[in-house]
């Protein structure tokens, strides 16, 4: 099992829907979770991170962490064709303050 | 804003050669760290390093070497290069003294070894 999983898609959405993407990890420890988006050759730049159990909103982002079930997941609301990217979910590991862990991503496709 | 520079963009070396890949960031960050990235296998850890002059091997360490000689300044080193180790490589440097610094990334190298 790998530490950090997501579907690599695509999820495809149509423009003013909301997209919801989702990240398991396996580290019950874990306690930093971020989200990334990279466009296409370009490198990922951090859109949310949470620290605690439940929700976090940011514009049209939310970040929702569930410990207990140890997934945590990424709503974007009013979705852009120019959110079109691939999301990365990375999790901070328990036995190091330095590593973070990324999932191999999930490709966005905003339908105009 | 922190600004993590990466000396080239491309990178196209022959089997066998010695590479050497540069990063500088400017933002006093303590811990920094390479990372390669191929389709399907998402970022992968080679090396970081927490401290001048101290570095720790990640997931995938081996054909890999690292120097950090200082603060700012962190190499990648290939030793003999592989046509498995064509890829794209990103550097990134953090904050140490908070578990939610969020990691910042350089523009990335993409090296060809043919």
């Known amino acids: 099992q790998k530490e950090v999983e997501q579907n690599s898609g695509p999820l495809s959405v149509p423009e003013g829907a909301i997209a919801s993407l989702n990240c398991t990890y396996s580290d019950r420890g874990s306690q930093s979770f971020f989200w990334y988006r990279q466009y296409s050759g370009k490198s990922p730049e951090l859109i949310m991170f949470i620290y605690s159990n439940g929700d976090k909103e940011d514009g049209r982002f939310t970040a929702q962490l569930n410990k207990a079930s140890q997934y945590v997941s990424l709503l974007i609301r009013d979705s852009q064709p120019s959110d079109s990217a691939t999301y990365l979910c990375a999790v901070n590991r328990e036995d190091s303050s330095y590593k973070l862990i990324f999932g191999s991503g999930t490709r966005l496709l905003v339908r105009p | 804003d922190v600004k993590v520079t990466q000396s080239s963009r491309y990178l196209v070396k022959r089997t066998g050669e010695k590479v050497f890949l540069e990063c500088v960031q400017d933002?006093?960050?303590?811990?920094m760290f390479w990372y390669r990235q191929d389709p399907g296998l998402g970022l992968r850890l080679i090396y970081f390093s927490y401290d001048v002059k101290m570095k720790e091997k990640g997931d995938i360490p081996e054909g890999y070497s690292v120097s950090r000689e200082k603060k700012e300044r962190f190499s990648l080193i290939l030793e003999s290069a592989s046509t498995n180790q064509t890829s794209m490589y990103l550097c990134a440097s953090r904050r140490r003294d908070r578990v939610n610094s969020p990691l910042h990334f350089g523009n990335g190298t993409r090296l060809t070894v043919t």
């Open positions: 933002m006093d960050h303590e811990n």
